[in-house]
């Protein structure tokens, strides 16, 4: 296999992982050999890493807090609070999570970026048979950082998994998940909200291989954009042929804040069996003036106005986190990053 010349990102990279093991000695080979992904890789087409990364040099370094090792067993009803920060810098690092039969666990990964980083993390999770994992990812401070979350979930049969993705965006933030769901009453959901001002990139790339019969998956993604922002979609669904009785269905609605907004989609069904319901739907459009005309008529700002529309057209997918006290913090959040972007 020939190697390419690297760019200062690239080499950067590579030798931060000098020597490393398991997934990052598998992402240092495929840089060393293939490089940054960019717009000529099919699944990268609208997030030209190597591009964004530019002439990031040295190495960083990637904080975790909230895990005492790289091997994580949580207990029943425990709440796994993560901490994930990329400092300026080339940076990576991986975790293995384990929900053990019969167990139910919350995982809350909040990420953070600074300005000249490119972060690599990726978590390795596996949720056995009868178990529960309900996932939360939150993408917040990184406002000209690169990170790059990506995931390889193991669903088990007669298991479920919940997760719930919010970003505000960054240089570019890429939140990318793959499951292997066994089907046999075992049950994927895959949310996603993503609110992106000027300048931000945000990318929810996901993906569901049905393997065997008799599984669920659902999938709800919104967004808003707003002007010299970009916001990404791609998911898939590969249901083979002994993934009979297969029930999938994915959504993605998001809203143009402005005409010079940006917002690329690519939602694909790919199915090998001839008994399941499957389907997928995808729209895009701009905020109804009609319903903005009334609210000022009524003596509500236009600016307020707009935010109230936003919040409640981006909403619904954060009523699937179980927790009040986090979904109310979530909201928050989308309420004070509203009163920036409005």
Not at 31 to 53: F, V
Not at 229 to 254: C, N, P, S
Not at 266 to 277: C, R
Not at 335 to 341: A, T
Request: charged share 25%; net charge negative; with cysteine.
């Amino acid at each position: 296999m020939g190697v390419i010349k690297p760019v200062a990102a690239e080499t950067a990279l590579i030798d931060a992982l000098d020597g490393a093991t398991g997934w990052l000695a598998q992402l240092r080979e495929a840089t060393r050999t293939q490089g940054l992904p960019t717009r000529r890789n099919e699944m990268w087409k609208w997030s030209d890493l190597r591009r964004a990364a530019g002439e990031i040099s040295g190495a960083g370094a990637i904080t975790l807090k909230g895990a005492a090792s790289d091997v994580l067993e949580p207990a029943d009803g425990e709440t796994v609070d993560l901490g994930i920060h990329a400092s300026a810098g080339a940076s990576a690092a991986a975790l293995k999570l384990t929900v053990k039969s019969g167990r139910a666990v919350t995982l809350v990964e909040r990420y953070g970026c600074d300005a000249g980083s490119l972060g690599n993390m990726h978590l390795d999770i596996t949720i056995e048979e009868g178990a529960r994992l309900e996932r939360i990812c939150i993408h917040d401070e990184a406002d000209q950082g690169i990170l790059i979350a990506s995931s390889k979930i193991d669903l088990a049969q007669h298991a479920k998994l919940t997760q719930i993705a919010l970003s505000f965006g960054g240089k570019l933030i890429r939140n990318e998940t793959h499951v292997m769901h066994a089907g046999e009453h075992s049950e994927a959901n895959l949310h996603g909200v993503y609110l992106l001002n000027a300048g931000r990139h945000f990318d929810y790339t996901t993906s569901v291989h049905h393997t065997g019969p008799g599984g669920v998956t659902r999938q709800l993604v919104k967004g808003a954009v707003a002007a010299h922002a970009r916001g990404v979609f791609q998911g898939k669904f590969k249901v083979d042929r002994a993934a009979q009785l297969t029930d999938a269905k994915m959504t993605h609605r998001a809203l143009m804040l402005d005409d010079r907004a940006e917002i690329d989609a690519k939602p694909e069904l790919e199915i090998y069996a001839d008994n399941v319901q499957c389907a997928h739907g995808n729209a895009i459009g701009t905020l109804d003036e009609t319903a903005l005309f009334y609210m000022r008529q009524r003596g509500i700002p236009l600016v307020q106005a707009q935010a109230l529309l936003i919040e409640s057209y981006l909403a619904e997918p954060l009523d699937f986190v179980t927790d009040e006290a986090l979904r109310d913090e979530l909201r928050a959040r989308l309420q004070q990053r509203l009163r920036s972007i409005s």
